[in-house]
């Protein structure tokens, strides 16, 4: 069994060292290190991704390599392996871990996680496949695991705070509004649940799908935590209104969940949060993913000028 270098330590307030980011041109040597360390074949691998993770894909092993862009995003690697860890104890449909492996490997300052490749099949995952998923996850009746807290606007802050690629007005900006939006949520503990709060996926959507023979499996474990299970409902909800769907996925999602978030007091708050972090979540990456800055920018002006109209597109497709 490989016995990997312990990851870097975080300090005590959860605020990652500064440290080397991600670039591509160095994916093919940690994809070479990774592949001599466990015996896999390298050959025909490729990027299937890279937002704020790069997902390697190596078709001759049925491996898939994940590695964070950002030391705010490999503070995450502990907490995605004790998801991932809990998904397979409960069996839902979730990607799995490489089998007989302590993780993660270090190569370099880069954590690098390694998963069974989904086997590929099926149709196109869709929004009722989420909603399925999704109550799966909600009804485990399971002691709570040992899983980080729903702070989702700590790691908002260390983006914003970390953000070297963008100027100091937009910056304070985004950090103002920050503020705002935690003002907001403090009054959700005077709003009655729709659902206990619990194990929640942290970020539900379609795009984190991934179809097989046997029907989708959910993937993207950075945000899995403990917290209101009415934020696994708001990503759905957020997407009907802001990208162009081919199918309204907060509909499909109702129908086959049960309940519409967007009917409960605390929505407003939590649509706003949730925009918040899909106009932040590439600051890490933005300098070494530059396709991703013309899509930010239009986020970030029709987000501040306060145009709930205006449609976005998915990061994954205008990513390089």
């Known amino acids: 069994m490989i016995q990997p270098t312990p990851p870097p330590a975080t300090p005590a307030d959860g605020t990652p060292q500064s440290g080397d980011r991600l670039a591509l041109e160095q994916l093919p040597r940690i994809v070479d290190e990774v592949a001599r360390l466990l015996g896999l074949d390298p050959t025909g691998a490729a990027r299937t991704k890279f937002t704020n993770n790069a997902v390697m894909l190596l078709p001759a092993s049925r491996a898939v ?23 397979a104890d409960h069996d ?3 990607v799995r871990l490489w089998p007989g492996l302590t993780q993660p490997l270090q ?19 869709h929004p009722t496949d989420l909603g399925t998923i999704l109550r799966a996850i909600h009804t485990i009746d399971a002691p709570i695991p040992d899983l980080p807290q729903w702070r989702i606007t700590d790691g908002i802050r260390r983006r914003v705070t970390h953000a070297d690629t963008i100027d100091e007005e937009t910056r304070d900006y985004l950090a103002a509004e920050l503020r705002m939006v935690e003002a907001s949520l403090t009054g959700l503990v005077e709003i009655p649940p729709l659902i206990p709060p619990g ?14 023979p046997t029907g989708p499996v959910i993937c993207d474990f950075d945000a899995t935590s403990i917290g209101p299970r009415e934020w696994d409902l708001t990503p759905a909800a957020v997407g009907s209104l802001r990208f162009a769907y081919p199918v309204n996925p907060h509909r499909a999602l109702v129908d086959t969940y049960g309940l519409d978030v967007t009917t409960w007091p605390g929505f407003p708050a939590l649509r706003r949060l949730r925009e918040l972090q899909l106009v932040t979540s590439v600051l890490p990456t933005l300098d070494i993913n530059p396709a991703l800055r013309p899509q930010w920018r239009h986020r970030l002006n029709t987000f501040r000028s306060d145009d709930c109209h205006a449609k976005w597109t998915p990061y994954a497709e205008v990513s390089a």
């Open 107 to 125: 190569i370099g300052p880069h954590l690098v996680t390694v998963w069974q490749q989904v086997t590929p099949g099926g149709p196109d995952p």
């Open 199 to 212: 194990v929640i996926h942290g970020d539900a959507h379609t795009g984190n799908l991934i179809p097989s």
């Open 65 to 87: 390599l994940r590695i964070p862009g950002s030391p705010v995003m490999r503070a995450r690697v502990p907490a995605v392996l004790a998801a991932a860890q809990w998904y």
């Open 92 to 94: 839902l449909p979730a």
